[in-house]
């Protein structure tokens, strides 16, 4: 296990109440304790989850994981993978989304294949060594309690019975967060409604242990198939996992006798029977796309499932849980600490529902793709996909390795007709190279922004800029270029960092024109570009708090 230094904030009196210890609620209660913020985490279940669901993160989520401290064992677990392909019913490329398997601009593979179970014993690991983090499982929430009037002090109440029947405990925090999944308690209980995106349909997952290499290509393959659609990747080690779309009447006896999932099978096993290969889990599961017609309700939030549900196609249903924790767990730091006004957290489900609602879409686009249907107009459906597939702005659309910018929120929105470099537009993520620091050390420019606001820029910072930064307890980074040991002498107001050409990513467009400056969130997002004589503006209400330092203790 990698150590992770922990911000040097002090720990605020208010706690937060987490409900549900999946990935989403432990990655929000582990970022929290990080910033200082005490979190009670309630699970009903007594123990893990031991089989697995969720199978893949993007580089994006997994800069996640690294702020969380556990990306050098996750990748010790995982596998890179190649991407995406649409085969036909004779398994034929329809079309091909490739993704790099070395280090893209975000730090990691562009796609990585894992084991869940692995993932949360990783995680549940640091829970349980957090000094701030305290997890009570077994207990199922019965009730959540919050003042009717808006912007009220009072804390939220979460009361919950014991599951060995003796009786109830109630908890209280300044903020509940429900990250109880699918069937979410504390989403029925605040009386948030979900609303249908238009897909249901009923799948056998099926996963595998086999004793020698299938020899299978190392991505995802959707089989778009009207007469039976399926999935099938490679998980990792000797994990394999497919996935068949059930057709009306049917269910899980009728695919896994012996002989039928052998034939279903075949393709990628190339044998009539399953010899060599263990059956760990086989299911049926509703696929379903749906969205919480909001994110927050009063001092409740909701968080992965239980505000979203994304069909698996394009494998983001997981990540879009870590998103969630990503964004709302710096909001809420930042308000309790003093560094901003409890507004702040309004710009949650301004900026989490729109970017979740276009994930679903787009899973649901390539679940229509799939199927294609089993009615009269599956043919029609058919040829469309086909000439999609040669459509260079639906290929880009389907293809990109990179999630939608952010619209709305914590943003500044840039001036009418003024231009910006692509790789420095306000919403989106900054990019993660290799920086060199003054001691002469290298690490991405993640380790050197350690989950604080700042602003980065590639000129020598004007008595303006030092004093913004000053006054809203912002880290000022000066971008300069070089191979080696920064040359420049800095102010104690600044951390300088040297990127090199071919590692520059978004940073190349500071040095290229070092008169522009931006304002980076604690969750990598650009909140503000602007150039100079211009300051750029911090697009929320900030207080003075001066700038942490890291503490040497690790957890």
Not at 137 to 145: A, Q, S
Not at 264 to 278: F, M
Not at 407 to 435: F, S, W, Y
Not at 508 to 530: C, F, I, K, Q, T
Request: aromatic share 4%; with cysteine.
């Amino acid at each position: 296990m990698n150590d992770h230094s922990i911000p040097a904030v002090a720990a605020v009196p208010d706690h937060i109440v987490v409900v549900g210890a999946g990935p989403a609620g432990c990655s929000a209660a582990l970022l929290l304790a990080d910033a200082g913020v005490p979190v009670t985490l309630l699970e009903r279940h007594p123990a893990p989850h031991p089989l697995p669901r969720a199978v893949h993160l993007d580089d994006e989520v997994t800069r996640i994981l690294h702020a969380l401290g556990i990306s050098e064992d996750f990748l010790a677990r995982s596998k890179p993978a190649s991407g995406l392909r649409l085969l036909d019913a004779k398994h034929r490329v329809m079309a091909d989304f490739r993704r790099q398997q070395q280090i893209g601009r975000h730090g990691f593979p562009q796609a990585n294949m894992f084991h869940q179970p692995d993932l949360e014993e990783l995680l549940l690991a640091r829970v349980d060594r957090h000094p701030l983090i305290d997890l009570r499982r077994g207990l199922e929430v019965v009730e959540v309690e919050q003042s009717a009037h808006p912007g009220a002090a009072e804390p939220v109440r979460v009361v919950a019975e014991r599951a060995d029947g003796t009786g109830t405990q109630t908890f209280t925090g300044r903020f509940a967060l429900g990250c109880d999944g699918a069937n979410s308690t504390v989403r029925d209980l605040v009386g948030i409604p979900m609303a249908d995106l238009g897909f249901t349909e009923r799948w056998l997952v099926v996963d595998i242990r086999a004793s020698r290499d299938l020899q299978t290509w190392d991505g995802v393959e959707q089989i778009c198939d009207p007469a039976r659609a399926a999935t099938f990747m490679h998980v990792t080690r000797d994990w394999y996992r497919w996935e068949f779309q059930l057709r009306a009447g049917e269910d899980e006896a009728d695919l896994t006798t012996h002989h039928v999932l052998a034939r279903l099978l075949q393709p990628w096993t190339r044998r009539p029977d399953l010899a060599g290969l263990e059956v760990v889990r086989s299911a049926v599961y509703t696929f379903r796309a749906r969205l919480a017609s909001t994110f927050q309700s009063g001092r409740v939030f909701l968080l992965g499932d239980a505000a979203h549900l994304t069909p698996p196609f394009i494998g983001q249903g997981l990540g879009a849980g870590l998103r969630d924790a990503d964004n709302l767990s710096w909001k809420i730091a930042n308000v309790l600490t003093g560094r901003a006004d409890p507004s702040l957290l309004d710009s949650y489900d301004a900026e989490r529902r729109p970017h979740a609602t276009t994930m679903v879409k787009r899973a649901v686009a390539i679940g229509w793709a799939m199927t294609g249907g089993q009615d009269r107009a599956a043919f029609v459906r058919r040829v469309a996909l086909t000439v999609a597939c040669r459509s260079t702005t639906f290929r880009e659309a389907l293809a990109s390795p990179s999630t939608p910018r952010l619209k709305a929120g914590a943003l500044q929105k840039p001036e009418r007709g003024a231009r910006r470099p692509r790789d420095l537009r306000v919403g989106g993520l900054i990019g993660n190279p290799v920086v060199t620091t003054l001691d002469g050390a290298s690490s991405r420019l993640d380790d050197v922004l350690r989950r604080r606001t700042a602003v980065l820029t590639g000129r020598r910072p004007e008595p303006g800029l030092v004093d913004l930064c000053r006054q809203n307890g912002l880290q000022l980074i000066r971008v300069v270029p070089g191979e080696g040991h920064p040359a420049d002498t800095v102010s104690d107001d600044e951390v300088q960092v040297a990127v090199a050409g071919a590692e520059a990513s978004g940073l190349a467009a500071l040095l290229a024109d070092p008169a522009l400056a931006v304002v980076v969130r604690p969750d990598r997002v650009m909140a503000s570009v602007a150039r100079r004589p211009q300051l750029p503006p911090l697009p929320w209400a900030a207080r003075a708090v001066p700038v942490p330092s890291p503490l040497e203790a690790t957890v």
